[in-house]
């Protein structure tokens, strides 16, 4: 750590002393001789040259202290082998002595007298004398009308006792009392360096701090009043530190928390017309409040900060992609339906989409989220028949620390939290069981959120949309889908086309899939042949548009030419669902899934033939629960919760 010692020394004796031992300790000093004023404004010098710490003695000390009240001063003390070198000194030039200098004295010389034979006395100068020699020669003239006709003392009282004619005999410091001196001010100046960075440390917390600051003193005098304080209650700090606090902000009643002790955290507060969140906290020191601090944010400054942080932090990689011209289709269907799309993403009601597995749902959420108002915010897709009920409401809603056993310690943010601003998408709606669907409605009908195992709600702002492939009208008639949330949901609702009522589109599609994966592949497939187009033609799709993209990837995958040709459609398209494979072509591929040839008994019920099916479907899937359920036309979720049943 760096610093600077200066020494003032009021006679050159003193001055030579430190020089010999600051060499001694390979210490620089800057060293001035100066007596009294002179020495005090040599350390007005010495302190605008960032000097830390001067050393000096006596009376000069005493006015440097009065002088420069920022520089910290360390004197060089007097020892009782200075004093008893002075008097031996003295002794042979008379016998009546007094020891003159400014009060207090280090050395106590009741017995120096009768130890040294001499006649001796003490005059106690105070330190209010030292720019005042006369009352110095009043006190010198009692003394000398006593009998004493010579002093040992300080600089001006050896120059005041020669000037009334008695001798006078310097007491000078030795090499030990200049090393102590030296040796704590170097342990001054590490203490101030510190002290200064840590002032400045706190200052710049203060100052630069997000919250605003109000500090006050055991009278109830501000004392701090930071500049986001100034900002937030549009008052100068310099006009109102140094005023009680109940003159200038009556209604934060600090003056409370001065009498009683008590801390209040997260206190709501209106002050002239502004809302502030206040953390009010009493210092107490030996069980006394000595200070009370207050920190606040304004509440509308709360909320943009949140707003930003789940931007930045929760909601990262949560936006949408499509936009209207991305979807892909010239018929006069679907462009009736990307307007009525449109005109919808103007409204910020909640929307229904309904449409047959891959017809693509998501992509019309994703570009009604970006033609709306809400496109510069978060969008989150998800897809309620991907989990089970336990985990889709923690998924959802979100949970606090000890919710439920494997909770993460610090708890998360349900999506709905993160869709904060933005749209939610929930696929495949009718799949969620009606304790999930209660407290969806809740969060649809008061725009609050409460996390599992939370006693608190959070506000959110979120549009909705929702789709399924199914009729929810009929899952409410029996009972299976709440009413009231089928109406909440289907204020606004679109019906998006099948591939087989748009497949003037199929063209247009697979020019699109051919482009989308020719780099991914590393192949340039320049189209389709024209018998091998009709035969794509023909079939029904009941995958829809993603099925039609998977069988162009797999046929682009299989060719070895610019076109791909019919022989690898026929192949490819053997193991579809429902494909009727040309005359000539009837005999079934490797591929082929077997035709179901199970018989059901007349006489067995609802519920029995349903598990039949069940169970042939799934032995035919190898399985395959994923394919079982598409085959099924059910959702996983579904097909999982009749396995338990």
């Not at 089928?486 to 697979?510: A, H, M």
């Amino acid at each position: 750590m760096k610093y600077a010692l200066g020494c003032i020394a009021p006679y050159p004796e003193l001055a030579s002393l430190v020089a010999e031992v600051g060499r001694e300790l390979h210490r620089d000093i800057l060293i001035q001789i100066g007596d009294l004023e002179e020495g005090a404004r040599l350390a007005l010098q010495m302190e605008e040259q960032g000097i830390d710490v001067v050393i000096s003695r006596g009376g000069t000390a005493i006015a440097i202290k009065e002088t420069v009240t920022d520089l910290p001063v360390v004197e060089v003390q007097v020892s009782g082998f200075d004093i008893i070198r002075s008097l031996h000194k003295a002794k042979q030039h008379a016998n009546n002595i007094a020891i003159v200098g400014f009060e207090p004295f280090t050395y106590e010389p009741e017995d120096l007298g009768e130890m040294l034979g001499i006649n001796l006395t003490v005059v106690s100068l105070k330190a209010v004398w030292y720019g005042q020699p006369r009352y110095i020669e009043e006190e010198l003239r009692t003394i000398q009308q006593q009998g004493y006709t010579c002093i040992v003392g300080d600089n001006i009282s050896v120059h005041v006792a020669e000037k009334l004619g008695m001798c006078g005999h310097l007491i000078t410091s030795g090499k030990e009392a200049v090393l102590h001196a030296l040796l704590e001010a170097e342990r001054v100046a590490i203490v101030r360096q510190q002290e200064i960075e840590k002032a400045k440390r706190a200052k710049s917390i203060i100052e630069f701090a997000y919250e605003g600051i109000i500090s006050i003193d055991r009278e109830g005098i501000i004392d701090i009043f930071n500049p986001r304080a100034e900002a937030i209650f549009s008052r100068k700090a310099y006009k109102v530190i140094g005023k009680h606090i109940d003159e200038v902000l009556p209604a934060m009643n600090l003056s409370h928390t001065l009498r009683t002790g008590f801390q209040e955290r997260e206190k709501m507060l209106a002050i002239d017309g502004i809302h502030v969140l206040a953390n009010i906290i009493p210092i107490t020191v030996s069980e006394q409040v000595v200070r009370v601090v207050a920190t606040f944010q304004k509440t509308s400054q709360i909320q943009r900060m949140e707003q930003k942080i789940r931007e930045e932090f929760y909601l990262r990689g949560h936006t949408a992609e499509y936009r209207f011209q991305d979807i892909v289709g010239e018929t006069r269907i679907i462009q009736q339906v990307k307007e009525e799309a449109r005109d919808y993403a103007q409204i910020d009601l909640p929307i229904l989409i309904y449409g047959e597995t891959g017809t693509g749902k998501e992509l019309f959420a994703q570009a009604i989220h970006n033609a709306s108002a809400r496109h510069d915010k978060p969008f989150i897709a998800f897809n309620c028949a991907a989990l089970p009920e336990h985990l889709l409401e923690s998924e959802l809603f979100g949970y606090v620390e000890g919710a439920f056993t494997g909770a993460a310690k610090k708890g998360r943010a349900g999506l709905f939290e993160q869709a904060h601003g933005g749209t939610i998408f929930l696929d495949e709606i009718g799949e969620i069981s009606t304790g999930i669907q209660a407290r969806l409605l809740r969060v649809l009908q008061e725009s609050k959120i409460r996390r599992l195992g939370d006693e608190r709600v959070t506000p959110i702002d979120i549009r909705i949309i929702v789709a399924t492939n199914k009729k929810l009208a009929q899952l409410v008639e029996e009972g299976n889908f709440r009413d009231d949330l089928y109406y909440r949901i289907n204020v606004l609702q679109l019906t998006l086309p099948s591939l087989r009522e748009r497949k003037e589109d199929i063209p247009l599609l697979i020019d699109f899939f051919l482009k989308k994966y020719a780099q991914r592949l590393n192949k340039a497939i320049e189209g389709v042949s024209r018998d091998g187009m009709n035969l794509l033609l023909e079939y029904d799709w009941p995958g829809n548009i993603r099925q039609l993209e998977n069988i162009v990837e797999r046929l682009m995958v299989r060719s070895k030419e610019r076109h791909i040709m019919t022989n690898s459609i026929r192949d490819v398209m053997q193991s579809l669902r429902g494909y009727a494979a040309a005359p000539d072509t009837q005999t079934p591929s490797r591929n082929a899934s077997p035709e179901s040839s199970f018989s059901l008994p007349l006489t067995a019920s609802l519920a029995e033939l349903e598990k039949m099916i069940i169970q042939q479907v799934i032995r035919e899937e190898r399985g395959n629960k994923g394919a079982a359920a598409e085959r099924l036309h059910i959702g996983r979720t579904t097909l999982w919760r009749k396995l338990q049943q």
